[in-house]
């Protein structure tokens, strides 16, 4: 199986068990190794008394980007701290694409950053997530743990 093919089925369980960002209506939109890109509209039950989205919704959209891209390689990851920076507001009815990028992998930490971006290519937020792998452990499990996937996978 190619890194991509690995990355794509890697998205795919994730998604399938992913409640959080399936409550938030967030869209795997595509993953490859070290990189996730999803998106979100942003709804008025997301709308702080500001008038604008909420910070947290913002920051979970960009937490899953985060989550997917280092989790691409089925080493299961998980956030070791994150910081965010709000840098514009976003509005209901935007629709807002996260767009996670590795920027480093040494042994058993990463570093990813991610960009919130709107529907108008503003930046909303910048986003660098800390990740830990938990060593000898799967994301998805491979031997017919995948939705559709009929056969074993070495």
Do not use: W
């Not at 190619?2 to 994730?14: D, F, H, R, T, Y």
């Not at 058993?108 to 990740?131: E, H, L, P, W």
């Not at 830990?132 to 452990?137: A, S, T």
């Amino acid at each position: 199986m190619s890194p991509q093919e690995l990355a794509s089925k890697v998205g795919e369980g994730m998604m399938a068990t992913d409640h959080a960002s399936i409550a938030l209506g967030i869209r795997l939109m595509h993953i490859s190794p070290g990189a996730a890109q999803m998106e979100m509209q942003v709804r008025p039950d997301m709308i702080n008394g500001f008038g604008t989205c909420h910070g947290g919704m913002i920051t979970a959209l960009a937490d899953s980007a985060f989550g997917f891209a280092c989790n691409s390689y089925n080493e299961l990851t998980v956030a070791s701290g994150l910081s965010v920076d709000f840098v514009a507001p976003a509005f209901a009815g935007e629709v807002l694409t996260a767009k996670a990028v590795e920027v480093s992998l040494s042994g058993r930490t990463g570093v990813y950053d991610v960009m919130v971006f709107n529907q108008k290519a503003d930046c909303i937020a910048v986003f660098r997530g800390r990740s830990h792998r938990i060593k000898g452990k799967q994301t998805v499990p491979l031997v017919g743990g995948l939705p559709g996937d009929n056969q074993a996978h070495a």
